[in-house]
């Protein structure tokens, strides 16, 4: 039975878990996804999300907000997915869901295990380097997970090895999506927040998006796989159906399945077939040129225009405030950001159409006045993952006008946290050791404090920006923001300097090197060293002038 029609997807209600059809997103009742790994939960979304797109576009956004008004039923809803049915079988003799349409049968077979990515790979397995993510630990999983598991690989599918190629939007990109900020918020307005309107996929060129099961430019398993093992062997996005990010397929797979009572390693659930090993085989579909995944954030180098542009991704110390502009906010000029077209979609599409229905007085509220971004991903090290990030953080929407000015002020707040992370760290090794220079390791968590310890004050600081571009204060940054998110910085360095240069055997703490570093902190802080040019800057620009903490200085002893 298709994916579309068959009860494998795990659904959260107020009455606890259960398994129902994708066309179950339309329910009321339903209110998140249950996928019983992080991974998987992001994998599912996108899956979903993909599968609107395709199956029901809006025409524009008046369309789009009349169906976050009133979804669909659930019937309505499956009869929209039936049409694509063909094209989502995971087993069988026809044509298989992510899978190579050849069988493979050159190919020995292998632990099913190798569709997780977080799983030790067969050098690790060989030199005995599996430490802290062991092999064994899933040997059969249930069609379900094995369907989840393989959606998931295809759409962060990392380097691995000759011919393995990686995603569509390169191995452990970043997806953003945008969700309600309302706790009782449905799974439908959740996902239909991600779907936009046909023009905005299509792009000026007004490409058809129809969608046909038979067709292999949006289903590339429907039809012989693009094999690339001769040069210049690409995949381009001209070649291919513009909802193919959707449904990329760089790898070559095919799913072992068995008939047996067994319990599934990855949700628990008993079943009676079940995939032990799977077929793998190098040098599957190789995407090159401009893609850009409608889900995922980018960087257009500004010095190298005609060069295709780079997927964000997760990188070592996690994801936070300041990597929130590059997100949001595009910047062509200066860093290159592109943020994920969905995003886009919403603050310069769905936010002014729901805002212009409640001014006109068509809805009774302001629907989408708050959202969040969610952000999320792997970090990759080649084949290897560092660790999986998901972090939500809220979205703000700036009237375009607007959006220049607000890009520099949030641009200036965020490097101001990154030189005194940067401060913070150098004075914090200035107190534990005598040669600070020399010492060794990962002090990263250092500036993490930092940042998770001001998050809160940047959002509040940030929508107080946006008033204050809505009250028409946009010449100047606003004097009292600025400062308010000066003191928080320097209140919370100073604390963690104490905290930190203080945490360590007391016998070997040196008092006056402590000391030594705190002033030099404080004066850097407060303005008053050769190398706090950013914090002078910082304070003429926000207009609010430093002699406060002159005075003040001599009260500030150690706590």
């Not at 599968?51 to 009349?66: E, G, I, M, V, Y």
């Not at 094995?146 to 452990?172: C, D, E, H, K, M």
């Not at 998006?209 to 995949?235: H, Y």
């Not at 780079?310 to 860093?335: E, I, N, T």
Request: net charge neutral; proline share 8%; charged share 25%.
């Amino acid at each position: 039975m298709s994916l579309l029609q068959r009860t494998w997807i795990p659904f959260r209600t107020e009455d606890g878990v259960t398994y129902r059809s994708p066309s179950s997103i339309a329910d009321p009742g339903i209110l998140d996804l249950a996928l019983p790994r992080a991974d998987f939960q992001g994998a599912a979304y996108q899956f979903l999300i993909g599968l609107l797109q395709t199956a029901l576009p809006p025409k524009n956004h008046d369309d789009w907000l009349s169906r976050y008004l009133e979804p669909p039923t659930v019937e309505e809803l499956a009869s929209a997915f039936s049409p694509l049915a063909a094209a989502f079988e995971l087993d069988g003799d026809r044509p298989r869901f992510m899978q190579d349409l050849d069988p493979l049968e050159e190919a020995n077979p292998s632990p099913v295990a190798g569709l997780l990515i977080d799983s030790p790979g067969a050098n690790g397995i060989k030199l005995n380097t599996d430490h802290f993510t062991k092999r064994g630990r899933v040997e059969v999983v249930c069609p379900d997970c094995a369907a989840l598991a393989l959606f998931t690989l295809q759409i962060n599918a990392p380097s691995g090895g000759a011919g393995y190629r990686v995603g569509l939007r390169g191995g452990g990109p970043l997806t953003t999506l945008v969700l309600p900020e309302r706790a009782d918020a449905t799974l439908w307005q959740r996902l239909w927040l991600n779907v936009m309107p046909a023009a905005s996929i299509a792009g000026a060129g007004g490409r058809n998006l129809e969608a046909k099961p038979e067709d292999d430019t949006l289903f590339p398993w429907m039809g012989p796989t693009r094999v690339s093992d001769k040069k210049g062997a690409v995949v381009t996005p001209d070649e291919v159906h513009p909802l193919h990010p959707y449904w990329a397929m760089p790898r070559r797979f095919r799913l072992l399945f068995e008939d047996g009572a067994c319990q599934c390693d990855l949700c628990g659930r008993e079943t009676t077939r079940f995939v032990r090993e799977i077929r793998a085989k190098n040098y599957g579909a190789n995407y090159d040129g401009p893609w850009l995944h409608p889900l995922t954030p980018y960087r257009q180098d500004p010095k190298k225009p005609n060069e295709p542009p780079l997927s964000q991704k997760g990188q070592p110390g996690g994801l936070g405030y300041r990597h929130w502009s590059h997100l949001v906010l595009q910047d062509a000029k200066s860093s290159g950001a592109l943020p994920a077209a969905v995003v886009h979609d919403y603050l310069h599409g769905k936010a002014p159409t729901s805002e212009e229905a409640y001014r006109e007085g068509d809805i009774s509220e302001r629907l989408l006045n708050q959202v969040r971004l969610w952000a999320f991903g792997y970090d990759m090290d080649n084949m290897k993952p560092r660790c999986w990030y998901g972090v939500e953080m809220p979205l703000i929407a700036i009237p375009p006008k607007h959006e220049e000015i607000f890009r520099g002020w949030v641009q200036a707040f965020t490097e101001l946290a990154r030189q005194v992370a940067w401060m913070l760290r150098n004075q914090v090794k200035g107190a534990w050791f005598s040669r600070p220079a020399d010492a060794k390791g990962d002090m990263s968590s250092i500036d993490e404090q930092l940042y998770d310890a001001t998050e809160a004050d940047f959002f509040r600081n940030l929508f107080a920006l946006r008033q204050a571009l809505q009250n028409g204060q946009y010449i100047h940054m606003p004097s009292h923001v600025a400062e308010s998110w000066y003191g928080e910085l320097r209140r919370e360095a100073l604390r963690l300097f104490e905290l930190l240069s203080l945490s360590g055997p007391h016998e070997e703490l040196d008092m006056r090197r402590i000391i030594q570093a705190r002033r030099n902190l404080l004066a850097w802080l407060s303005g008053r060293s050769k190398g706090s040019k950013i914090i002078q800057k910082f304070a003429k620009e926000g207009g609010f002038s430093l002699a406060a903490d002159q005075k003040n200085k001599a009260t500030e002893g150690m706590s």
